[in-house]
């Protein structure tokens, strides 16, 4: 859906010489292009604005190094600046004391506050507490009602009192007691969602505030929230000094540029992010991960982190030797998409690699897990032997091995033509350095993208893709051509 | 006070910001220069239409203003018509602005089915709330389907506004196939003859496939019980959402063939313009604004109205 931050930057910088030096006007383009990227990812326009400034103070005067392209470099200095105007990080909940602490959560409606009360609760029974919930949300239908189920889910006791004709504050006060005399030893009350400029609803939080004293007062903020919330993250920040900031709904396709903005215009730092509903989808902040997901480049430490966890590392030594030897087989193959499987769902690890999202975009309706099975089956099909050499794959093998499969003897085909060309690009990334190897990826990706029908670029999409997509292609593809042919002919005239 | 003054006034808060915008940066008499042109910029991102729809506006100011004497009248005309034309998207819907019911699309005879989705907390409950007093008070008789059984205490929710508003509710027990609850809806709105049945939705990301496959669900069983149904599809946005907004149109577009926004939370800072980077994307017309947390808190959407509202002087 947006052209990725890496696209639109190498359009700009494209004509950079290699060893040359950044200069204003060469550089302004590319800022442009960081910019537009920012405000496409829901930046506040002059946070957007300013860091582009910054960027540029920065990055004028470099030598553009001759191992890199411009466009690495850029990013490189983008993402550092990200990464330093989210930080720094601090995850720390309030210590216990002899007294319960308390922590309180605001924030406008529907941002998922009473969801992060649980969460919250449940992280801190982890961690050996003894949490306590106040419901002092007594506006929206059923909100009480909502807390109690969800401290029934995790044994943890909540305080209610009547809705009506009740008031927040003394709920509050009267929940704190409660946690005392129950020997928990943290409160978080959970507050009724509320407009920044609905004044007397923000003084009742001030009045709670003051009442209390929560130790830590957390703004719950919607990761897909636009250009407003610079607006309320202010507002409430003013009115109440916050402490910190928790993020929630990540687990969606976001960008969350509202995490630069908040923490740009207000300070205070991130804590948390919400990644389901569930109430175990609870986070700490990155920002080097939030950071690559602003600029659309994947969030590169997460997968690397989950593959490290998952992955067998002499497997993974072994099939890098083979890769580099250009010797990677059907067999190297398979077992390679078995370790893969054991990440998680196929999409969603397509979305932490740079540029692969907009694969996923581009293919909401890609069946990759399916296609996956597909491809075990016809390797199933075969004979050990042709699994090594699948040179020995003629038309009679062929027709056994779809036949085995259930598939069609050009699927068998197109599979055996897709790894060895995967073979050869895998031989090429293998010798890179481990962040060119990822732009690499992400370009391959991105020419896949934008044109599914590429061929060796896109090895593993031919067989990812359905029978209709594959005829809507040819058809494409025909179109294409007469244009090219209807091009010449008008050029010839 | 009319319909049309009630939609004016929801919206003075954006109309006032963006005519002093124009009365701010353009002043009569002066050259319109490039920096003001930017700030402009500044603004028409601010209210979240997105970087292309933002582009486009300050690229026809650009060509038909840039360098010459301002003469606000025009700059206004030139803002309002792009604005315009980009927010009919092509067939633009035009409502009775003294009809609240007329962005409906109410089936002839039997049960009109209306079902509301949205990703997570955006006010799909509310706005059904809010349409159940609207359609009641122009007195139809409503159903209510408590479809989301996933959230804690959502029936319960649901349930208390329909007390309030004294219609009848139809729910199962948390953690049922929320199909079955559309299911035992539609029966029932059948057997009480019903006018309108409203089907409530769990909050569900858009990239969550399998809870989309599930609403897809929902939709077919409707449609199996009522013939032509459901007949509203409504897709509530959260005015505070920036530009994912347009991948919620896409995909829930998608899933269960939407038939219009509802723009919830209007009331706050927030301006709603992705509904104009939607616009560019897709046809897919704003019905109603949310603009408060109780039933008579919503309000027709005219798009004409909207602009015209919004610029004019
Ligand atoms: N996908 C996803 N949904 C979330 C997350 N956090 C909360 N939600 C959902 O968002 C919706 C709103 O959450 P609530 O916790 O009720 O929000 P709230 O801020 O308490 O709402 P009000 O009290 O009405 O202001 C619910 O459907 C939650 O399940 C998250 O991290 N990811
Ligand atoms: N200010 C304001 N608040 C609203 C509006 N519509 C809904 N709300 C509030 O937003 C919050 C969430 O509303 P719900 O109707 O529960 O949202 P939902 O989409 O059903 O949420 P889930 O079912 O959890 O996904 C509640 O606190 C509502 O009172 C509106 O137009 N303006
Ligand atoms: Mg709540
Ligand atoms: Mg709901």
């Not at chain 1, 189920?149 to 927040?168: K, M, R, Y």
């Not at chain 1, 077992?335 to 690699?353: A, E, H, P, V, Y």
């Not at chain 1, 016809?378 to 499969?405: F, H, K, Q, W, Y």
């Not at chain 2, 003859?193 to 989309?212: F, K």
């Amino acid at each position: 859906m947006f052209e990725s931050i890496t696209q639109n930057l190498t359009g700009a910088l494209s004509f950079f010489r290699r060893g040359g030096k950044l200069t204003e006007a060469n550089i302004r383009e590319g800022l442009e292009a960081v910019r537009q990227a920012l405000l496409e990812a829901d930046v506040n326009y002059q946070v957007a604005q300013d860091f582009a400034n910054r960027i540029a103070d920065e990055v004028v005067g470099e030598q553009v190094l001759k191992s890199l392209d411009p466009t690495q470099q850029v990013i490189g200095i983008v993402h550092r600046q990200l990464c330093e105007l989210m930080g720094p990080v601090d995850h720390s909940l309030p210590p216990p004391s002899s007294e319960p602490v308390v922590l309180m959560l605001c924030g406008l409606q529907g941002s998922g506050k009473t969801t992060t009360s649980g969460k919250l609760a449940r992280l801190l029974q982890t961690q050996g507490r003894r949490p306590f919930l106040v419901a002092a949300d007594l506006q929206r239908p059923a909100a009480i009602d909502q807390l109690r189920i969800i401290g029934e889910q995790l044994g943890v006791p909540v305080h209610t009192e009547v809705a009506d004709g009740n008031n927040a504050v003394r709920v509050c006060q009267n929940g704190v007691a409660a946690a005392r005399k129950a020997d928990a030893d943290i409160v978080i009350l959970d507050t009724a969602g509320r407009l920044h400029i609905d004044t007397e609803l923000m003084q009742e939080l001030q009045q709670i505030d003051r009442k209390v004293n929560p130790h830590q007062i957390l703004f719950v903020c919607d990761a897909m929230t636009g250009q407003d919330a610079v607006n309320s993250a202010k507002a409430f920040n003013e009115a109440l000094e916050l402490d910190g900031v928790i993020l929630t709904k990540l687990d969606g396709d976001a960008r969350g540029g509202a995490a630069l903005s908040v923490k740009a215009i207000t300070g205070v730092p991130i804590k948390y992010i919400g990644v389901g509903e569930q109430l175990d989808k609870l986070e700490p902040f990155h920002p080097d991960r939030m950071a690559g997901r602003i600029l659309g480049m994947g969030d590169v430490v997460t997968l690397f982190e989950k593959a490290q966890e998952q992955f067998d590392a002499d497997q993974v030594a072994e099939q890098q030797k083979k890769m580099m030897e250009g010797k990677f087989t059907l067999v190297d193959f398979k077992s390679q998409m078995q370790q893969i499987k054991r990440l998680g769902s196929l999409k969603d690890i397509m979305k932490m690699i740079p540029g692969m999202g907009n694969l996923v975009d581009a293919h909401p309706d890609m069946d990759a897990e399916g296609d996956m099975q597909r491809i075990s089956g016809i390797i199933d099909s075969m004979t050990p032997e042709e699994r090594v050499n699948p040179e020995l794959i003629d038309l009679g093998r062929r027709r056994r091995i779809a036949a085995g499969s259930g598939v069609e003897p050009s699927d068998v085909n197109q599979l055996l033509k897709d790894v060895s060309a995967m073979a050869g690009v895998m031989q090429d990334m293998a010798s890179m350095p481990m962040w060119k190897r990822l732009g690499a990826a992400s370009q391959l990706a991105n020419t896949f993208a934008q044109n599914p029908g590429a061929q060796i670029q896109a090895p593993q999409k031919s067989t990812v893709m359905s029978f209709d997509e594959k005829r809507r292609l040819q058809e494409k593809k025909r179109q294409q051509r007469k244009d090219t042919k209807k091009a010449k002919k008008r050029n010839r005239r | 006070m009319g319909l049309f003054d009630k939609l004016k006034k929801g919206l003075q808060k954006t109309k006032d910001l963006l005519r002093t915008d124009v009365r701010d940066l353009f002043k009569a008499g002066e050259l319109l220069e490039e920096k003001h042109i930017e700030d402009f910029y500044a603004r028409l991102i601010g209210t979240d239409m997105g970087v292309e729809a933002s582009k486009a506006i300050v690229t026809e100011l650009r060509e038909k203003h840039l360098g010459r004497t301002v003469v606000i009248d025009e700059i206004w005309k030139t803002i309002r018509d792009k604005l315009k034309s980009l927010l009919k998207g092509g067939e633009g819907t035009l409502w009775d602005v003294n009809n609240k019911l007329s962005p409906l699309k109410l089936a002839p005879t039997g049960t009109t089915v209306i079902l509301v989705a949205g990703v997570n907390g955006v006010g799909k409950t509310t706005s059904i709330a809010k349409l159940a007093n609207l359609l009641q008070s122009h007195g139809k008789k409503v159903v209510l389907a408590a479809g989301d059984t996933f959230r804690a205490a959502a029936v319960e929710q649901l349930t208390l506004w329909s007390r309030r508003l004294g219609c009848e509710i139809v729910t199962k027990a948390a953690s049922s196939d929320p199909a079955a609850v559309a299911f035992a809806g539609c029966v029932r709105a059948k057997e009480i003859g019903a006018d309108v049945l409203i089907v409530d939705t769990a909050g569900r990301l858009q990239t969550q496939q399998n809870l989309m496959k599930q609403l897809s669900k929902i939709q077919r069983v409707i449609e199996g019980q009522i013939p032509g149904a459901p007949h509203e599809v409504l897709l509530v946005l959260d005015a505070t959402t920036g530009q994912n907004g347009v991948s919620q149109a896409k995909h829930f577009s998608e899933a269960v063939a939407c038939s219009g926004l509802v723009l919830a939370k209007l009331d706050g800072t927030a301006k709603g313009g992705v509904v104009v980077a939607i616009r560019q994307t897709m046809s897919l017309p704003v019905k109603y604004v949310g603009v408060g947390e109780q039933v008579d808190d919503l309000e027709l959407f005219d798009p004409e109205g909207f602009v015209d509202a919004l610029f004019e002087k």
